[in-house]
């Protein structure tokens, strides 16, 4: 089996779990028992700092808790921007980015530039997800840290098809509907 950890989920256009319409998802964790990641692109209106106020002042713009996915969605992941190779405190996810402690103080996590939060999950068990990728339900791309920490999460799905080459980077265009089209 190929982990799929720290790569992009983006949903394609005829998912049909309406959860994850056009969602893109990093896998934060991928193995025999099954995957964890959290959608990138659904903000709430409600701001990160209130969920957890001692890193409030190191929230990328634009500052809300995000909605990681709908698996206990009463816990709060951070993922952050913070110094290559991650640091005690900051699990290293890929390049710079990584999976923040939340418990610790700012600076007792050096080198931590942005952090974004998500509340909540999405979760497959062993094969479940792999069995939604044979069915043709999700793309799988390569993260960049700006997918992560974007300024327009809710661009985000548009945005990381346009930048694929070929017939894949035309699906950026696909109509929210495509009967009026």
């Avoid at 713009?61 to 110094?83: D, K, M, N, T």
């Avoid at 890929?94 to 939340?102: C, K, M, P, S």
Wanted: glycine residues 14%.
């Amino acid at each position: 089996m190929n982990s799929l950890r720290a790569k992009l989920l983006v949903a394609t256009p005829l998912l049909p779990d309406p959860n994850f319409h056009r969602t893109v998802i990093l896998i934060i964790e991928h193995n025999e028992d099954g995957a964890l990641g959290i959608v990138l692109n659904r903000p709430r209106l409600v701001g990160g700092a209130e969920a957890v106020p001692h890193w409030g002042d190191l929230l990328r713009p634009p500052g809300f808790l995000h909605e990681g996915g709908p698996v206990s969605e009463g816990s709060v992941i951070g993922v952050a921007l913070g110094p290559d190779g991650g640091a005690d405190g900051l699990a290293p996810l890929f390049g710079r980015v990584g999976i923040l402690d939340l418990h610790r103080q700012p600076d007792e996590v050096p080198g931590v530039e942005a952090i974004r939060l998500f509340a909540g999950y999405a979760g497959w068990t062993g094969g479940q997800l792999e069995g939604e990728m044979a069915y043709g339900s999700w793309f799988i791309l390569e993260a960049e840290p700006d997918d992560v920490l974007t300024d327009d999460p809710e661009g985000l799905w548009e945005h990381v098809l346009a930048r694929q080459e070929g017939l894949l980077g035309r699906v950026a265009d696909y109509p929210e509907d495509p009967s009026m089209n």
